[in-house]
């Protein structure tokens, strides 16, 4: 990459715009790492809208910028089949008033909890702090949800469908490839603070060595996937295949 100027970009980065627009995809993020290692060739391709990814966001920003809530969209109905949501939508995905209300017992649940309150309403801290860095040979953005510098923590909020099984999500989900990246960019080790979304049970997840190790060589694979289909003149894509034994 040419020579840039880092505080610029993360200025721009704070941006939303500019961090998911055409600017941020000039570096790769954890969002790539599922693609690079199942799928090289659909990089970049936009992701269809998501009812987990908006439930996910109304969360964040209720509980990190709640002043950007007004750019949600509440539908008054119970599903998103009716005739009154359609119109209502006009396409777009929205939320409905009962996920609202739901997301709202977890977000008043969540800032209930006095060690989760301390932990992202400290006084030394940092909300959606962008961050660069180059990693394995390329440049990777993140945007924390909190960092917390007395306690040294990135802190990641995260709702789940099961929190028993949150363990084994954050390796299916690539969790793992999240926390060596931040740690890398920001400097700090990684907290996961997740809520069940049905039970509304709070868990509290810090990181291992070997979850470390697992998310590096995720990274890594990637790195020599994106290396391979876009940094090498002499690939030709069309004859790619993959080759394994059954």
Same mark, same amino acid.
């Given at each position: 990459?040419? !020579?840039?100027?880092?505080?610029? #970009?993360?200025?721009?980065?704070? &941006? /939303? ?6 600017? $941020? ?75 609202? !209300?739901?997301?709202?017992?977890? #977000?008043?649940?969540?800032?209930? &909890? /006095? ?6 309403? $400290? ?124």
């Amino acid at each position: 990459m040419e !020579d840039f100027n880092t505080k610029e #970009i993360l200025d721009k980065l704070v &941006n /939303d715009e500019d961090y998911y627009g055409k600017f $941020g995809r000039q570096f790769r993020s954890n969002s790539d790492i599922s693609t690079l290692l199942t799928n090289p060739l659909a990089l970049g391709t936009p992701q269809k809208p998501n009812i987990n990814f908006l439930v996910g966001g109304y969360f964040h920003t209720a509980i990190l910028e709640p002043e950007k809530l007004k750019k949600y969209r509440i539908v008054q109905s119970s599903t998103r089949n009716t005739k009154a949501y359609k119109e209502i939508s006009g396409g777009e995905m929205c939320l409905l008033e009962h996920e609202v !209300d739901n997301l709202e017992l977890l #977000i008043d649940t969540m800032q209930s &909890n /006095d060690v989760c309150r301390d932990l992202i309403n $400290g006084i030394n801290v940092e909300y959606e702090q962008p961050g660069i860095k180059e990693i394995e040979g390329l440049w990777w953005k993140g945007k924390a949800d909190i960092v917390n510098h007395d306690e040294k923590l990135v802190i990641d909020l995260k709702t789940t469908s099961d929190i028993t099984k949150f363990r084994s999500s954050a390796f299916r989900y690539n969790y793992d490839s999240q926390a060596y990246i931040y740690r890398k960019i920001f400097g700090y080790d990684l907290v996961f603070i997740a809520i069940d979304k049905k039970t509304r049970q709070i868990g509290i997840f810090d990181c291992s060595d070997a979850f470390y190790e697992s998310g590096k060589n995720k990274v890594q694979q990637a790195v020599e996937q994106y290396t391979l289909f876009y940094d090498n003149p002499d690939f030709d894509p069309k004859n790619y295949f993959i080759n394994k034994t059954l």
